[in-house]
């Protein structure tokens, strides 16, 4: 009994992760309606950023790191989108191609990341901590705020859709991109402020994989990455609060499942979450009307 | 009010114009959707652009609200060139449309349709919203009256909580209509308002067209019910082939031998051209 709330407790750690990195690439999606396939890397920056800043001279804090790592992500976001793949969505109407430079994108990335950071397995300089009791579950302290940053997070992103102008006009251009400007909606600067916010949050995501993890390499976002499709998939392509719920749903299916199975296995549980919910509930659990 | 200007094809544009058009071109590929269409709205009028199918009526619409940009020629509003502004430019300007297929944001509900439409607001801006949460909520509350004011004079409120995509097809036009009124319109381009809607709310419509010019705005609307156009209308523009036929009062232009002629093969009678 005691394992499974162990894995429970590990779960929710998971979901922690992927509800922030899945959050972000649906709020991208959202707007621009392709998905970035770059994302596992923007991740990979932010890990690799708040690793430099933690464990080079500065020894800046772990949180302080993943904070500023996460906003260099939200500007390389915005900058990508405004020099590269804005002109292409534009200049090519067919999906297809955007998702191909997006590809093409994570490939120069992931290649960018080697040959600046190495190939070699990276740590952060955090202390070893001793797991602590919180009723039937175990966590670390690092545990316990990477769960604290995902719900707040998660609380931010739920205040600013439903209570404020600019969450209100996200939703309105996700919803219809056309209307929502003849509305009077900046719909250039809301996508711009989409690929700031899905930056940051992939940013982060980054960081605090590699936390929980305890290891970052250049190629763990991109690895990360069919996990959080799962979610995304699970939750309902488009759907921010989806993407919440499908994080927790595969969080702890991972997690949990790895009491049964060889704990290596992992990934293909949520491989096979995947196909599952692509067989019985294509269009997700929080499907939206007019999203591919 | 400009004098009707009969017959030929009209290039003088009105000084006293809430929105005019100068020789405006558009083509798509090698069809000339719209060949050096010009003409003005007069000021706080309801005005009709009518013509047949084809005419280039819903183009130059899409022109002079910005979902569209011209090949050549230039739009005013009032003495603002607005030629090079996007569509949302437009809107904060007060050049509020409407489309010919109703559109709504469906995954927000009825009231917070209206919400996104709301003039610019302090809330628009980041810093506002955390470092001036006291005026954001002052300015979200009035939005929030004004849009339950405007729902009840549409009989919508009932429905303010539903999402919009659970609306029926004369729903989402009074939503279409009362979204448009939410943002201050001063001029307001409704594409073919009536189309799909039962008689009894045309009416309705009718009366809100009417509200909305006794307070202050001026309409220019696409309407193919000529009956419609007779009765509430008191401007009447027609496009023919890409340009302007001509402009005046629809009981003049019945007299107008051009127009009979390409509008609707001889007989100008008041049915609905459908």
Known sequence: MSELFLAIGFGLVVASVLALSAVGLSLQFGITNYINFAFGDFMAIGAYTSWTLNTGPLHVNIWVAMLIGGLLVGVMAVLLNRFLLAPFARRFQKLFYILIVTFGLSLVLLNLVSSIWGDEVQRYNISNQAPQHIGPFLFTVDQLVVIGIAIVAMLAIHFMLTRTRIGKSMRAMSDNSTLAMTSGINTGFITTLTWFLSGLLAGIGGTVLGITQASITPGSGETFLFVIFAAVIVGGVGSIYGAMVGAVIVGLATEVAALFIDPSYKLDIAFAILILALLFRPSGLFSRPGKA | ?274
């Not at chain 2, 090949?71 to 030629?83: C, F, K």
């Not at chain 2, 300007?93 to 469906?106: A, H, K, P, V």
């Not at chain 2, 309409?219 to 027609?238: A, F, R, S, T, Y």
């Open chain 2, 1 to 274: 009010m400009t004098a009707p200007d009969l017959g030929g094809a009209p290039t003088a544009i009105s000084v006293d114009s809430a929105l005019s058009c100068v020789d405006i071109h558009k083509s798509f590929g090698g069809a000339k959707a719209v060949n050096g269409a010009t003409f003005s709205v007069p000021k706080g009028s309801i005005t009709a652009l009518i013509g047949p199918n084809g005419a280039g009526k819903t183009t130059v619409v899409n022109i002079l609200s910005g979902s569209l940009s011209s090949d050549s020629g230039r739009v005013m509003m009032g003495d603002t060139d607005i030629t090079a502004l996007p569509s949302y430019q437009r809107a904060r300007l007060g050049l509020i449309r409407t489309f010919q297929l109703s559109r709504e944001l469906g995954g927000l509900t009825v009231f917070e349709n209206l919400m996104v439409a709301a003039k610019v607001q302090p809330g628009e801006s980041l810093m506002n919203v955390y470092l001036r949460p006291g005026l954001v909520r002052q300015a979200e509350k009035e939005s929030r009256e004004r849009a339950a004011s405007i729902l009840e004079q549409y009989g919508l409120y009932d429905l303010r909580d539903n999402w919009a995509r659970e609306l029926s097809g004369g729903q989402k036009r009074l939503l279409e209509i009362s979204r448009a009124v939410m943002a201050e319109p001063s001029l307001l381009l409704l594409d073919e308002p009536m189309a799909g809607v039962n008689p009894a709310l045309i009416d309705r419509i009718g009366g809100h067209i009417h509200e909305l010019k006794a307070a202050g705005v001026t309409v220019l609307m696409v309407e193919h019910n000529l009956g419609v156009v007779e009765k509430i209308c008191d401007h009447v523009i027609v496009l023919a082939e890409g340009r302007t036929l001509a402009t005046g009062l629809m009981s003049e232009l019945r007299e107008n031998t051009d127009v009979v002629r390409a509008y609707l093969g001889g007989v100008l009678d008041g049915r609905v051209d459908r």
